[in-house]
């Protein structure tokens, strides 16, 4: 089955910082792959998604994230933080054969004034 | 489209009780997600189905746990008789079809207290 790492349960970085969160999964097929974010008491929204097109994609609210397929990653970036993207984020991935995905453990960015 | 709307928003209630969540999907999504989080064990899927059929209920923790579709726009995770455990936010998902490359849909969730 697929799994999916994201190193770093907890990211803290100063408003106006480069946001960096990393995603590795396991699959030697590229998968889908999506990053979702989860504002406090609230679900989960769609930040991006792969889905085997350009490797650079780009999302909501400046965010971005790079397939590649010889690292088995998925990183997110976001070139300037600001103080609302202060969520927990979630990697997640799908195969080409399932019908579900597999998320990671999320990880819980804090952006410092 | 209103999207998957999820109720109630919040229920406690005390141990030994039933709970019954519910979830409308996005009209026309064919396959529907229950999902539990807690700080503990992060997102854990419970069930999914397609087209009104359960697929995968393995995650379903015990015969506590029961999940019904009655039909496209209806869905029930049912707790009987539910344990202070049992206390975490369950969301419900709905997509067209992962296969086709789509995401989830998330509800706002279902905060559940069990005292």
């Known amino acids: 089955a697929q799994s999916v790492t994201q190193l770093g349960s907890h990211v803290s970085v100063s408003e106006g910082a480069l946001v960096l969160l990393r995603c590795n999964y396991s699959s030697s097929v590229p998968p889908y792959l999506f990053w979702y974010v989860q504002y406090p008491n609230q679900g989960l929204q769609l930040l991006l998604k792969?889905?085997?097109?350009?490797?650079l994609v780009k999302g909501i609210n400046g965010f971005e994230a790079e397939f590649k397929k010889s690292e088995t990653s998925f990183h997110l970036t976001k070139p300037s933080a600001h103080m609302s993207d202060a969520a927990e984020y979630f990697c997640?991935?799908?195969?080409?054969?399932?019908?579900?995905?597999?998320f990671g453990t999320g990880t819980s960015l804090t952006v410092i004034p | 489209d209103a999207g998957v709307i999820q109720s109630p928003r919040h229920e406690v209630t005390e141990m030994g009780q039933e709970v019954t969540l519910r979830c409308k999907p996005i009209s026309g999504h064919d396959y529907l997600f229950w999902y539990r989080q807690t700080m503990m064990r992060g997102l854990e899927l419970l069930i999914y189905?397609?087209?009104?059929?359960?697929?995968?209920d393995s995650g379903m923790p015990e015969d506590r746990f029961s999940a019904k579709m009655p039909n496209a726009s209806f869905s029930t995770l049912k707790i009987q008789p539910s344990e202070p455990r049992d206390s975490a936010v369950y969301f419900c998902a709905s997509t067209p079809g992962v296969l086709r490359g789509y995401g989830y849909t998330f509800g706002s969730g279902t905060r559940l207290t069990v005292v």
């Open positions: 189905f397609n087209n009104n059929v359960p697929i995968d």
């Open positions: 792969y889905t085997s097109a350009a490797t």
């Open positions: 997640a991935v799908s195969e080409n054969t399932g019908n579900q995905f597999y």
